[in-house]
């Protein structure tokens, strides 16, 4: 069973003329809530958007269709960092296998991109046992 969703999300107005950052406290709170229900937590951020934490995967997919938040047209999109994590390997039995190949093995572990670190001598870029790991969680 996949249990990956994003928690983090992000809603930004897509209109200078109506910025999120003018709506009350309380518009929004309603808004949130005819929308996903009641939200792990709610913030408002210093360029007037909001990052969401959702607690369950309807609350993100909900939030991710909607195109309009208290009448004001939004952007909402996954963000970019928080809905992952990074671990460094090293492993030599890995040197012949191709970032792809990794990846797809270690996907049951959440494992969602991998990038094999490189060196440069002589003017020949040479492949090392040292990976990044990406997961999605």
């Known amino acids: 069973m996949?249990?990956?969703w994003p928690r983090f999300i992000v809603m930004s107005s897509a209109s200078e003329e109506?910025?999120?950052s003018k709506l009350s406290p309380f518009a929004v709170q309603k808004g949130f809530q005819a929308i996903a229900g009641t939200l792990k937590s709610t913030k408002r951020l210093r360029d007037g958007s909001f990052l969401v934490e959702c607690s369950r995967r309807a609350q993100a997919e909900n939030l991710l269709k909607t195109a309009t938040f208290v009448d004001r047209p939004v952007h909402?999109?996954?963000h970019k960092t928080l809905n992952s994590s990074r671990g460094v390997i090293r492993c030599r039995e890995l040197s012949d296998l191709s970032e792809a190949e990794i990846r797809d093995e270690l996907k049951t572990q959440g494992v969602v991109e991998v990038h094999?670190?490189?060196?440069?001598k002589e003017g020949k870029v040479i492949p090392t046992n040292t990976l990044f790991l990406t997961f999605n969680r």
């Open 2 to 4: 996949n249990d990956s």
């Open 18 to 20: 109506k910025p999120l």
């Open 76 to 78: 909402v999109c996954v």
């Open 116 to 120: 094999r670190v490189t060196v440069k």
